[in-house]
């Protein structure tokens, strides 16, 4: 790509993940004092699936070669739904503008490619972050809704839950628990916020090609045989926090107020804590239509992080 101006713009490969990576940490101790990414979080972003790297993003450096810029959008399988991020290294806030044109341009082409009209786009935002939503604001996007990381701390084992009549767990390491897990989860969070549906080789592949998959941490509960509900633990957070990291936690409609939900939650903890892991690390969104953030609560779990997502519709042109 051209230079523009002191900038030279081009596209990211799987080699810059350290470069990337400095440059999210540097952002993020500019904001919540902490670095909040891994190299290897980094190296799983580049090798998404739905992400094409001659397409998708762009890398700005200066004049010495410094990483400063870093933006992307990126699709949610065939849906009308995208992600999208812009990073600009602080004190080279005039980057902002054209990345953030950028990243819109091609969320539309996204969408146009994918056969809709229109495009959802979504942008995570740190809630300390004032300056970044003032940004988004600017460009349309509102608040959509709210995640809230919680933790909790293990000082030594942890009982596992009392067992539940009729209850089973069985292990993701193989392919037709898995399936479970997948069925489960496209049911229970299909009226959820930013909740795209897709089939099982899709999910398996988005998986399979993240470092963080360990599927001895995924387990479907059923009940007199039927599956009901499902945890998915992964390692995201062992690098930096040595926390265990519920990604998923999911029960079926019919098998809600039954405490299966707790019982998993609790499941999760005994396990990280056997693992000798810190402590419980996930994320729920606030506005859930279950009510996650009062089980997470009373198990225990305070929230140590919000990230707000803002939302925006784009219309974009078809090329004549």
């Not at 904001?31 to 909040?36: E, F, K, M």
């Not at 990291?245 to 005994?270: I, N, Q």
Request: overall charge negative.
């Amino acid at each position: 790509m051209k230079p523009s101006g002191a900038h030279r713009f081009s596209r990211p490969r799987a080699a810059d993940a350290p470069a990337i990576h400095e440059l999210v940490a540097a952002c993020d101790l500019a904001v919540i004092g902490v670095p909040d990414a891994t190299p290897a979080d980094i190296a799983d972003e580049l090798a998404e699936p739905d992400f094409n790297l001659d397409t998708d993003g762009w890398l700005v450096h200066d004049a010495d070669g410094t990483l400063v810029g870093w933006a992307w959008a990126g699709a949610k399988g065939d849906s009308d739904m995208l992600d999208i991020e812009v990073l600009v290294r602080p004190g080279v806030e005039e980057l902002a503008d054209e990345l953030w044109r950028l990243v819109l341009d091609r969320a539309g082409e996204l969408a146009l490619e994918r056969g809709h009209d229109a495009a959802t786009v979504d942008i995570g935002i740190y809630r300390a972050d004032t300056d970044k939503q003032a940004l988004a604001k600017e460009r349309g996007f509102e608040p959509g809704t709210s995640f809230h990381r919680m933790r909790v701390d293990h000082e030594g084992p942890v009982e596992p839950p009392a067992p539940i009549p009729g209850l089973t767990l069985h292990s993701g390491e193989t392919d037709a628990v898995r399936r479970e897990a997948h069925q489960i989860y496209q049911e229970a969070f299909a009226d959820h916020f930013g909740f795209v549906k897709n089939d099982y080789d899709h999910w398996l592949e988005r998986r399979q090609a993240q470092s963080i998959t360990d599927w001895t941490q995924l387990a479907v509960a059923r009940i007199d045989g039927r599956p009901a509900a499902v945890v998915i633990g992964n390692n995201q957070f062992v690098p930096d926090e040595d926390c265990g990291y519920v990604a998923t936690l999911a029960v079926l409609p019919e098998h809600r107020g039954k405490g299966l939900g707790r019982f998993l939650l609790r499941h999760a903890f005994a396990a990280d804590a056997a693992r000798g892991r810190r402590g419980t690390l996930l994320h729920v969104d606030s506005n859930n239509t279950s009510p996650a953030l009062d089980l997470y609560l009373s198990a225990g779990m305070r929230p140590v992080l919000v990230i707000d997502v803002w939302r925006r519709l784009i219309r974009p042109t078809r090329a004549s």
